[in-house]
């Protein structure tokens, strides 16, 4: 008697798991890790371009504020321009963040550098923008 009365409970919960499974596979949206639209040719450059300042852009903010707990991070540092000056040279604008340790911030502050033809790498202005009070 239980053997007529199984094919009726079956066939439902079959057609509810089937329902299920279409409607959350509807509403499934996959995870990017990493948004290739982000990451652009200038971005890239502009990595680059601070990489190689940084040990530059350390040394000029460490005798600004005579700290050496001071640091300066790479993802806390920004090419604001690059303009090349015929026969002159290059000269590049950074805006960083010099920090404490990871996460106390000190100052934000814009240095520009020039780069002459002959490759020499010359500090030519520090701006001191904005202090920040220290926990």
Not at 13 to 41: A, C, D, M
Not at 57 to 75: A, C, E, G
Not at 100 to 109: C, K, L, Q, S, Y
């Amino acid at each position: 008697m239980i053997k007529k009365y199984i094919p009726l409970f079956i066939l439902p919960l079959f057609i509810f798991l089937l329902l299920g499974l279409f409607l959350t596979s509807r509403n499934h949206k996959s995870l990017q890790t990493v948004n290739p639209e982000t990451v652009t040719e200038d971005s890239i450059k502009d990595i680059v371009i601070v990489r190689c300042f940084l040990k530059n852009i350390y040394t000029d903010t460490q005798l600004f504020y005579s700290n050496p707990y001071i640091l300066v991070y790479d993802y806390e540092t920004e090419v604001l321009s690059v303009e090349d000056k015929e026969n002159v040279g290059i000269l590049v604008k950074f805006r960083t963040t010099p920090q404490i340790g990871a996460h106390n911030p000190v100052g934000e502050d814009e240095l520009i550098y020039h780069i002459k033809p002959d490759g020499e790498i010359v500090l030519t202005d520090y701006k001191h923008i904005k202090s920040y009070s220290l926990p």
